[in-house]
């Protein structure tokens, strides 16, 4: 099953009983970034989300996808 990264991070979040500033903080990076990284925004730099996942001992990487 996929997670979306938007999903992750929220759930991530909040099983770590942090706030959207907490982990912003704790990231290095802006509130406003994650709130757009929470909501699904489509283009958001990918070093920023590495930052923020790698908090929960995650990275962004290449996954196979079916072909048609």
């Given at each position: ?8 991070i929220k ?12 982990l912003a ?44």
């Amino acid at each position: 099953m996929r997670t979306r990264i938007a999903e992750y991070i929220k759930e991530a979040r909040k099983q770590n009983g942090l706030t959207q500033p907490d982990l912003a903080i704790k990231a290095g990076v802006g509130l406003r970034f994650i709130r757009e990284l929470e909501s699904g925004k489509p283009t958001v730099r990918m070093d920023k989300v590495n930052q923020v996942l790698s908090l929960f001992g995650k990275e962004l990487g290449v996954v196979d996808t079916p072909r048609e």
